[in-house]
C-alpha cells in the first residue's frame, strides 16, 4: 500500500467536513486561524514522512503537547507519577473543575487540563524548565530546529487562564502542585504555545509508533511504558470524546484545540492531522473523520 495514495484519498474523502464545527474561540490568536485548512501526515517507524494538503503548515499544539509531557516525565520518573495523577477517562470536558474536589486534588488523567498541570510541575521539577525541555524534545525528534513557541499564543493564553488558575489553585491547596502556581501555569501555557506542523507531529510522535526508541534509536520510553502512554491516549486523549474516538478511529490519539490530532500505530508509523473546526468537545471535526476513514480503508485499527 502507498502511503501517499491512500492520504490522497483520505483527503479527497473529508473535503466535504473542512470547515465544519468553530475554529477556538477562546483566545484571538486561535479565534483568527483559518477554518478550511486540513493537512495529515504520516511519518513511518524509520523516519520516512509523507502528507497532503496543509501538512507542511505550522499550527498551535495546544494539549497535544500534553503527551509530549507525559512521556517525558514517565521516562524520567517511572510509575510514581500514579501517585499525582490518575489514569481513567474523565467524562468530563477537559477544563472541568468538578471532580478534583471528590478525589482529594488528584485529576483524573494527564489529558484533561488539571492532569497536565500536575505533569508540567513534575516536569519542571525533573529539568528546571518544563517548556523549554519539551521544546528541545520535540525539535529533536521532528530534526526541525525552527521550532519556536508562539509568543502572542502564550501571553494571550496567559491573559485568559482564569480556568487554569482555578485549577493550579486548587490541586495546590491538596498539595498536589510542588513548584508555585504562576509558575506551573507559566510553563504550561508555553508549551501549550509551540508551533508545529503535520510533518514536524508525525515525526516527533514516532517514538509512540517505535515502542519507546527515539529518532536517534535512543531509548526514552520502556516497551511497557510506550504501552502505557498509547493505552492512556487510547481511554483518555480526546477527553470526553475517547469512546467515540475509540469506536470511529480505533486509534491511540491525543487532540488539540489547535485542531491537530496525532494518532499512533504501534509497530507501523505515526499519524497527525491538523484542521482547524471544532466539534463541541475541542476534537478536530475533519481530523476526526480524516483518521476514521484512514482506519478504515487501510484495516489498520488496533482492532
Ligand atoms: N491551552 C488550552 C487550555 O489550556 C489547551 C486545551 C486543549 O487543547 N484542549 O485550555
Redesign the pocket.
Known sequence: MHYQDVLDEVAAHVAPHIGRGQV?Q?IPALAAVDPDRFGIALADVDGNVTGVGDWERPFSV???SKAFGLALVLAQDGEKLWRRVGREPSGNP??SLVQLEHENGIPRNPFI?AGALVVTDRLHSLTGDASTTMLDFLRAESGNPDLAFDPVVAES?SGH?D??AALAHFMASYGNLDNPVPTVLEH??WQ?SIEMSCRDLALAGGFLARHGLRADGSRLLSRREAKRVNAVMLTCGT?DAAGDFAYRVGLPGK????GGIIAVIPGRCTLCVWSPGLDAR?NSVAGVAALDHFTTVTEWSVF
Open positions: 477556538a477562546y495546544q494539549s497535544i477537559f477544563n487540563n493564553e487562564g480556568r487554569n504550561y501555557f501549550c477527553y487532540s488539540g484545540v489547535g475541542g
